[in-house]
């Protein structure tokens, strides 16, 4: 693992693990590094490993994730391979907060709100999409994506203020929830109805039941592919396969989502009368993407076999070097970080 600073495009430090890293994630206190079988925790302000929790359930695809809002830290991944169980971890306190009963089946997707108070899951089927309250645990909502076919969900995101929670899956359809308590209606005959269709339902079949109690979808989108994974986030962007789709919600009436942009990552063709090795080649770029674009240096092959607090050292856990520096790394100034603020688009 590689980290860089954003600004200047430099190398701070890298690390090396045992096995393949499969996620990291990370905010202005933690950044966590994902294994297979084990989790390491570093504090961001000297990149010391605070924490190696080992023996972690299965994990094969690296799912977690990590609360932006560093006042709190919240850290939830898989508590089980076989079942759709939540582990919330406090990353900051370094210890378990709640485990929650999530789905039936194994867990395919989860993201916390941007205060880190709500946590959305999706299992592997993705027909259902539940938020649950952090630390508590308890059930806020239960959204029904479909019913038809089970979907692999891509993505889960929390807009800004977390009245909405869009999904994207491996189909065409991309589903967009609207977090809101209903309110008592008033005494119509639709309403009379409604709760009386409401009170029949707790004689059915528990899964008959439970469909009837969840809320669909508030507005969607749909695209013109399907199969490939995509990547979203609000307002109302799509990241997909070297093209970025904007659109827009409607936050009153919901419905169809309106493209409003789309961009390609188009290849640069060369010229004809330049050569390879008639183009000069670039300075020192200032720009963080170039510069890591340019060969670095090899990641350090020295490793240390020792102790961490949790036994770093059984089961051959290799130790980062940077474990051990004695000189702070010093990330938490916070003029070094981007500027973080509401997008107007």
């Known amino acids: 693992m590689n980290v860089y600073h954003f600004k200047k495009g430099t190398e701070i430090c890298n690390y090396s693990y045992s096995n393949n890293i499969l996620s990291v994630r990370l905010n202005r206190q933690r950044l966590v590094v994902c294994l297979e079988e084990s989790i390491y925790i570093h504090n961001i302000k000297d990149m010391k490993l605070l924490k190696t929790l080992l023996n972690t359930p299965t994990n ?45 089946s194994p867990l395919a997707a989860l993201t916390f709100n941007a205060s880190g108070t709500k946590l959305a899951s999706a299992s592997e089927k993705g027909t259902v999409i539940r938020v649950f309250s952090v630390p508590e645990g308890q059930k806020l ?20 203020d977390a009245q909405f929670l869009c999904a994207s899956s491996n189909t065409e359809t991309v589903h967009i929830f609207k977090l809101e308590q209903h309110k008592e209606e008033s005494p119509t005959w639709s309403a009379y ?31 013109n592919m399907f199969g490939l994974k995509n990547i979203w986030s609000f307002t109302c962007l799509c990241v997909f396969y070297g093209y970025l789709y904007i659109y827009n919600v409607d936050p ?10 789309k961009h390609s990552e188009e290849p640069v063709e060369q010229k004809e009368e330049e050569k390879p090795e008639d183009i000069s080649p670039q300075p020192s770029s200032q720009s963080y993407a170039a510069t890591v674009a340019l060969p670095s240096t090899p990641p350090s092959s020295t490793t240390l076999m020792g102790y961490s607090e949790d036994g ?32 107007s688009n």
């Open 252 to 261: 009153q009436d919901g419905g169809e989502c309106v493209l409003v942009q």
């Open 141 to 160: 909502f239960e959204f029904r994506r479909g019913m038809k076919r089970y979907v692999s969900i891509s993505s889960l995101s929390f807009s800004a």
């Open 60 to 104: 094969p695809s690296g799912l977690c994730a990590l609360s932006v809002n560093h006042s709190n830290s919240y850290l939830a991944y898989p508590g089980s391979a076989t079942i759709g169980e939540i582990t919330i971890y406090d990353a900051n306190n370094l210890s378990t907060v709640t485990l929650i009963q999530a789905h039936d």
């Open 312 to 343: 770093g050292a059984q089961k051959g856990e290799v130790i980062p070097e940077h474990e051990f520096a004695e000189g702070p790394v010093c990330l938490d100034d916070e003029n070094e970080f981007p500027p973080v603020g509401n997008q």
């Open 193 to 223: 109805v409604g709760k009386m269709f409401t009170a029949a339902s707790t004689y059915l079949p528990t899964q008959v039941s439970d469909m009837m109690h969840q809320d669909r979808a508030f507005a969607t989108v749909r695209l």
